[in-house]
């Protein structure tokens, strides 16, 4: 599975559509996503909400960066 987040899609609903890719904000880019957690007290403290179009963003990057790994170590010869 290495691919699925690199098609480029656009879900149509009622009144516009919405794409499959989104680039996170630059905040959340400098200091990502809080997670939701139980503190020491037991307090559920909810996470940042995250978009599935971010996540799908976030994979596509992942999935580049991978690539031109494979590429710069195949012209390499290993």
């Not at 990502?32 to 403290?45: D, E, M, Q, R």
């Not at 978009?51 to 010869?77: H, P, S």
Request: no cysteine; net charge negative; glycine share 8%.
């Amino acid at each position: 599975m290495n691919s699925f987040a690199t098609v480029d899609r656009d879900y149509p609903f009622n009144g516009g559509s919405y794409a499959s890719k989104k680039q996170p904000s630059a905040a959340a880019q400098a200091t990502g996503f809080k997670p939701t957690y139980i503190n020491a007290s037991g307090i559920l403290v909810p996470g940042d909400a995250v978009d599935a179009a971010e996540l799908n963003y976030i994979f596509n990057d992942l999935y580049e960066q991978a690539a031109n790994i494979d590429r710069i170590l195949t012209a390499k010869g290993k």
